[in-house]
């Protein structure tokens, strides 16, 4: 089966390891192997740090700048160190960090979060009571949620360590038969042909996720290491559009979609979809579809 090119054995991998687990497994692509290489795609939860703990966290703009912040600098450490390590995010959650190389060249960064270690339980509702202050976030939702966190002995982390390993196990034995396929220089990186720059696609991810927020390029431009002059330039060239006009395009087709299938009322819908200004949302979504938010539930939603 594993010669077989529909065969994913790294989604199958993370299927079974997560089956009946509560952490969670996000691999960030570097290099674009990943994600447009078929037999190494994942889903798109595995590509961003989404579990119910991390979702609490990031509700507000502070507290999504702050995850978003602390990424980036696990990333660089990350490629700093060129080894696994064992971190905390800013609220006191625990993860195993590992970069995967091929031929010192970073491929991805594995990780393995929504661990809380017993014996820090102490330390992270002090962080808590301290972060949900400045970020805005309610303290009774991160508190509630650290039921959703896997919760171990500091011991344990040594069984964690080793799923970490066996996932970049997996995407360098999987790189290494492809490179033996495909008869490629042995210092080489393969490539994959895709509709759209890798980069691109996994920033559009990002605005699928996270339309609801103040979402950034030059956030996310940090996260793959890129200028954000040169990601806005790569954007509109790849997509047709820029950054901003195409996550406004994200949001009205959520807004169109929560008019037509729901009762809630227009103001809802507006901050919803990540348009804290009303007005706002009404001039912009008449301009995008010719008519107002009423006015599109009404013909939208007439029997």
Same mark, same amino acid.
């Given at each position: 089966?594993?010669?077989?090119?529909?065969?994913? /054995?790294?989604?199958?991998?993370?299927?079974?390891?997560?089956?009946?687990?509560?952490?969670?497994?996000?691999?960030?692509?570097?290099?674009?192997?990943?994600?447009?290489?078929?037999?190494?795609?994942?889903?798109?939860?595995?590509?961003?740090?989404?579990?119910?703990?991390?979702?609490?966290?990031?509700?507000?703009?502070?507290?999504?700048?702050?995850?978003?912040?602390?990424?980036?600098?696990?990333?660089?450490?990350?490629?700093?160190?060129?080894?696994?390590?064992?971190?905390?995010?800013?609220?006191?959650?625990?993860?195993? @960090?590992? &970069?995967?190389?091929?031929?010192?060249? &970073? #491929?991805?960064? @594995?990780?393995?979060?929504?661990?809380?270690?017993?014996?820090?339980?102490?330390?992270?509702?002090?962080?808590?009571?301290?972060?949900?202050?400045?970020?805005?976030?309610?303290?009774?939702?991160?508190?509630?949620?650290?039921?959703?966190?896997?919760?171990?002995?500091?011991?344990?982390?040594?069984?964690?360590?080793?799923? #970490?390993?066996?996932?970049?196990?997996?995407?360098?034995?999987?790189?290494?038969?492809?490179?033996?396929?495909?008869?490629?220089?042995?210092?080489?990186?393969?490539?994959?042909?895709?509709?759209?720059?890798?980069?691109?696609?996994?920033?559009?991810?990002?605005?699928?996720?996270?339309?609801?927020?103040?979402?950034?390029?030059?956030?996310?431009?940090? /996260?793959?290491?890129?200028?954000?002059?040169?990601?806005?330039?790569?954007?509109?060239?790849?997509?047709?559009?820029?950054?901003?006009?195409?996550?406004?395009? @994200?949001?009205?087709?959520?807004?169109?979609?929560?008019?037509?299938?729901?009762?809630?009322?227009? @103001?809802?819908?507006?901050?919803? #979809?990540?348009?804290?200004? #009303?007005?706002?949302?009404?001039? /912009?979504?008449?301009?995008?579809?010719?008519?107002? &938010?009423?006015?599109?539930?009404?013909?939208?939603?007439?029997?």
């Amino acid at each position: 089966m594993a010669a077989d090119k529909d065969f994913n /054995l790294l989604n199958s991998t993370l299927k079974w390891m997560l089956k009946d687990r509560k952490f969670h497994i996000c691999i960030h692509d570097l290099s674009g192997i990943i994600h447009q290489n078929s037999s190494l795609q994942i889903p798109q939860k595995n590509t961003i740090h989404s579990c119910k703990f991390c979702e609490y966290a990031k509700l507000t703009t502070r507290g999504f700048k702050f995850c978003l912040k602390c990424k980036e600098l696990s990333l660089k450490k990350a490629l700093t160190k060129k080894n696994l390590f064992i971190g905390q995010c800013y609220l006191g959650i625990t993860e195993i @960090v590992k &970069p995967i190389y091929f031929n010192d060249k &970073p #491929v991805c960064v @594995v990780y393995l979060g929504n661990i809380t270690l017993k014996e820090q339980t102490s330390n992270i509702y002090s962080n808590i009571d301290r972060i949900s202050n400045l970020t805005g976030v309610k303290r009774q939702y991160l508190i509630e949620s650290l039921d959703t966190t896997e919760k171990i002995d500091i011991s344990e982390l040594s069984e964690y360590e080793e799923i #970490v390993e066996i996932i970049g196990s997996s995407i360098l034995q999987h790189i290494n038969q492809g490179m033996k396929l495909s008869r490629k220089s042995a210092s080489a990186l393969p490539s994959y042909r895709s509709t759209n720059n890798w980069v691109i696609e996994l920033i559009q991810n990002y605005i699928q996720s996270y339309y609801d927020r103040d979402l950034q390029l030059s956030q996310l431009a940090k /996260l793959y290491f890129l200028n954000p002059q040169y990601l806005c330039r790569l954007f509109k060239k790849e997509t047709g559009t820029n950054f901003s006009d195409y996550l406004n395009s @994200v949001r009205i087709d959520k807004a169109k979609q929560l008019l037509s299938m729901t009762e809630a009322n227009i @103001v809802d819908i507006s901050i919803d #979809v990540g348009y804290k200004n #009303v007005t706002y949302f009404n001039r /912009l979504f008449k301009k995008n579809t010719g008519m107002t &938010p009423k006015e599109y539930r009404i013909q939208n939603t007439s029997a």
